[in-house]
C-alpha cells in the first residue's frame, strides 16, 4: 500500500523566516504527491501536486515542494512564513490499492507562524 | 471552479435519530465522491468511495448499514448516519473528483456532527 509520512506534529517558525514540513513517501510504480492545507474547522484546501515534470513544484499562496525521486521525499516549503500561514498541512499520494483512486494521507503538521 | 458544497455545517443530533449529510459539486460533474471523518487533531480517514449509480465501496472497519451513502447524480452524494450515537461525533468531509482527472480531488468544508 501507499503510504505517506510526516515526521513533525508541530513545527514553530518566525513571521518571516522560511519554512518547511516534511514529508516522504512509499509508493510502488511512479508517485502521484500532493499538499493540503486545514484551517480550523474548514476542509482541506488544495496547495500543489507533482505528477511529473519539473521537481521543483510551485503552488499557491507562495508555496512550493521539492520532489526527490532518491530521497523519496517531498517536502513543503516557503521562502517567507506569514502569521496566516498557521495551520494544519497534510501531505498525500495517490492510492490505486483495490483499483480506486484514492488519497492517502499523512499524519498532518501544525505549522504556527509568530510574531 | 471546481466547488465542492456541504450541507448542513454544522448538525446536533439526540442519540437513536438519523442525520443526513449533502456533498454537491456546484460547477462541475462529479463521477466520484469521497467521504472522510476527521477526529480532533487526527488526519482524515476514508469511509467510503461512491461512484454515481453504484453501490459506495467502503474502506475496512466502516459499517456500511450504519453510513449509508447514496451518490444519485453527478452532482450529489448524501451520507446518513443512522441511529447515530456520541461516538458517531466528529468533522465529515466530502470530497469530488473530476471525469478523466480522478486523481484530483476538490473538498468541501465539512459538517460537524455532534451526537448528543
Known amino acids: 500500500a501507499q503510504s505517506v509520512a510526516q515526521p513533525e506534529d508541530q513545527v514553530n517558525v518566525a513571521e518571516g523566516n522560511p519554512l518547511t514540513v516534511k514529508c516522504t513517501y512509499s509508493v510502488s510504480g511512479n508517485p502521484y504527491l500532493f499538499w493540503y492545507v486545514q484551517y480550523p474547522n474548514r476542509g482541506l484546501q488544495f496547495l500543489l501536486k507533482y505528477i511529473t515534470g519539473d521537481n521543483l513544484v510551485k503552488g499557491s499562496y507562495g508555496f512550493e515542494a521539492e520532489f526527490n525521486k532518491s530521497q523519496t521525499s517531498f517536502h513543503l516549503k516557503k521562502p517567507s512564513a506569514l502569521v496566516s500561514d498557521s495551520a494544519l498541512y497534510f501531505c498525500a499520494v495517490r492510492d490505486l490499492t483495490g483499483g480506486g483512486n484514492k488519497l492517502t494521507f499523512g499524519t498532518g503538521t501544525q505549522l504556527k507562524v509568530e510574531l | 471552479g471546481a466547488v465542492v458544497s456541504q450541507h448542513p455545517s454544522r448538525v446536533i443530533c439526540k442519540s437513536g435519530t438519523s442525520v443526513k449529510i449533502e456533498c454537491r459539486s456546484l460547477d462541475f460533474q462529479a463521477t466520484t465522491m469521497f467521504w472522510y471523518r476527521q477526529f480532533p487533531k487526527q488526519s482524515l480517514m476514508l469511509m467510503a468511495t461512491s461512484n454515481e449509480g453504484s453501490k459506495a465501496t467502503y474502506e475496512q472497519g466502516v459499517e456500511k448499514d450504519k453510513f449509508l451513502i447514496n451518490h444519485a447524480s453527478l452532482t450529489l452524494s448524501t451520507l446518513t448516519v443512522t441511529s447515530a450515537h456520541p461516538e458517531d461525533s466528529s468533522f465529515y468531509i466530502c470530497?469530488?473528483?473530476?471525469?478523466?482527472?480522478?486523481?484530483?480531488?476538490?473538498f468541501g468544508p465539512g459538517t460537524r456532527l455532534t451526537v448528543t
Open positions: 470530497s469530488a473528483s473530476l471525469a478523466g482527472v480522478p486523481y484530483e480531488q476538490y
